[in-house]
């Protein structure tokens, strides 16, 4: 069974996986790359994988079994798992508990050769919708107190896989990072009672030299003081604490955002490895007034060296405003390559 | 001039460093080899390098010519500059400063064939010595709150040449992750008014599962709830807050302890890449009673992915005590290869 241990000093907790299969002599085993036919994801492999938790599937197909748009499924080498209490204790000094939680991949098509860029939008509001339902069942375990979305694109950014996936794990605490985002945002509240992350939101379509792009419900942009290049932030305009307030219909406009904001992405960079990351609000119902949901977009473009992992102290080599002019002008032209709208998915 | 940016949800602080010339169109450059011949750290390349702050040298022997064993000097691409103010400014919401600082590199042999790990115990001791030498003449800049020293070893840890070398970075502000070791350890000393250093010392001595090696003054550990397979510690077991604490006569303890620590992961990893950062308290003279100095040595053998990146919540693979098992393990022959005393030293 997995185990979270708890740092003595700084309290962080930390995942100890050993059921993922490294031991220390595996370690100089490159990760391998699996052909199209070979891979777990691609329809026809169903059984390659654990049993699907949730798809959408033509209706007269069978679970497990081609005929699907978009599957989950447990993680194979889940880093946590289900089955389980916490039982928290101690030893010696020290603290750690269970490593019970959910581990799952969204398996975002059929199609070996489309990532979540070249979807249509429906196919791209599909998967956040996936996001959506997953959440939503998963909030009803009282163990669980954080689900954490998150995709690997790209072998440098951890990716094993090539075909197009998003991940979830959902944690029986709240991460460090979303933590502090919290706590900062909270200690803002209390000074100026408005929503720091509106304020940001405020300030930057103001300023017009960070922002990425304006799509009406969402903006895309540069934050002020970002740890990487190029890390973008799509971020709802309106007060929203957690991703589940999002409308069905906002699903669409967001997918349309993404979609573009990624394009620009992979025209600027040259179709980078990247991770993108979802920070909503904890499961509790608390920290609604203050606390406000966006996507965290970060390309892998730059090693983290001793200094960044040592210090937490990062260095970033650009400026997000001159990133943010570069990300603004990229050619419409070469951006409509990638856009799909209705009739495509109908074609499907 | 580079800037510093504090994030303003977090409170994290960013070095916007946009001479060290990565544009938004250069981050596809692969980093560069530099041939041995080529090398800018090697001895009759010192033109190719900015003036010398520091040095062994034969007494015959002129500053930023050949005759030296160890050289220190400003870095060429410096992520902070010593000129100027710190000129604290608002921006809208946001706050920065300018980034004044300083960052040099520690030539650590005039040997470009030669790592820590082979150096003679002399020529190691004289590594912690100049470390010792830049932090005391440092601390005299009132404007300088923290002075960092790390090392990158190998390309996939962040090392742009391979001549051995550290460097160090002094800051206008106290890096997050000691900071947050700072408040851990007061929290702890608030409450059982012990350093918590000292008693996980005590603990791992008593315990010895994932201890490494006990080297009289300082013992080699695999923290409980490390991020990273394969971190280790090296702190000493006596309470010093700061590393300029240690006595004359220790810095060849350490150097012994050091290069033996650094052999068996090299060892038993296959020369992995690595990081190493020296956590020790800040400039002013506070937090002596509950911090305690401390090598943190990071092989770095997994990549950090969208789950790590965006939660700062880690997954590893590897019990710290097996990887403790796997270092105390290694043949005390193989490790013989590395060891170099004072005879060797003399013939140079």
Known sequence: MPELRKDPIVGRWVIISTERGKRPTSFSAVSKRVAARMCPF?????????????????????????????????????????EGKLNREPQGIYDKMDGVGAHEVIIETADHAVDLVDMTDEGARDVFWAYRERMMDLERDSRLKYILIFKNHGEAAGASLEHSHSQLIATPIVPKRVSEEIDGARRYF????????????????Q???????????????EPFAPRFPFETWIIPKMHQSSYLELSDAEHLTLARAFKDTLARIKIALNDPPFNYILHTRPVSREHQEYFHWHFEIIPKLTKVAGFERGSGFYINPTAPEEAAAYLRSIDTADLARFRQSEPAESEK
Chains 1, 2 share one sequence.
């Open 190 to 205: 209390e000074f100026k009672e408005r929503c720091i992350f509106c304020d940001i939101v405020r300030q930057e379509l």
């Open 42 to 82: 691609c329809p026809g492999q169903e059984e390659n994988t654990p049993p699907e938790i949730f798809a959408h599937r033509r209706p007269d197909s069978e679970p497990n079994r081609p005929g699907w748009n978009l599957r989950v499924i447990p993680n194979k080498f889940p880093a946590l798992i289900v």
């Open 207 to 221: 300023d017009q030299v960070r922002v990425v792009k304006d799509y009406d419900a969402f903006v895309a942009i």
